[in-house]
């Protein structure tokens, strides 16, 4: 452990975080019969809508395999329609997606701010967001070497 840099502490420990407070989200979603990754889609889907399985894909955090078989199941649950416009196939919520969603989004919102609420100030969540912003946008310019 002491030849890790402050760096790979930080990463870990947001690793840590990520997968508790996904754990977190999977127990408080359940009362709405919600994963966070179906979460995570429905809410893409409801800010962009009608979008492409593609355009999706780039703005979910669920693999481009793992969201065609999720849109298999939320078609198959009455969440989402797929509707062919000549040779784009959209996506869309349902009313009923509408609805959970409704009721869904402002209290998982809540639990996840909770998060913060609770251990760090207004400036500290202010100084944490600038600083996790700043590190994101850096590591989106990163390019990796091809093989």
Request: hydrophobic content about 40%; charged content about 25%.
């Amino acid at each position: 452990m002491r030849n890790n840099t402050k760096g790979s502490l930080i990463w870990l420990r947001i690793l840590r975080f990520t997968n508790q407070s996904n754990q977190l989200s999977n127990a408080f979603l359940k009362r709405f019969d919600l994963t966070i990754a179906q979460f995570d889609v429905l809410v893409q889907i409801h800010t962009y809508q009608p979008l492409t399985q593609m355009e999706l894909a780039e703005k979910a955090t669920v693999t481009q395999g793992g969201i065609s078989r999720m849109l298999v199941r939320l078609e198959k649950e009455g969440y989402i329609v797929r509707k062919q416009d000549w040779k784009t196939k959209t996506i869309s919520l349902t009313a009923k997606a509408e609805s959970i969603l409704e009721h869904a989004m402002p209290a998982q919102l809540a639990f996840q701010s909770s998060l913060f609420h609770d251990v760090l100030s207004d400036e500290e969540q202010r100084i944490l967001y600038e600083l996790i912003t700043r590190v994101h946008k850096h590591s989106e310019k990163i390019e990796l070497p091809t093989e």
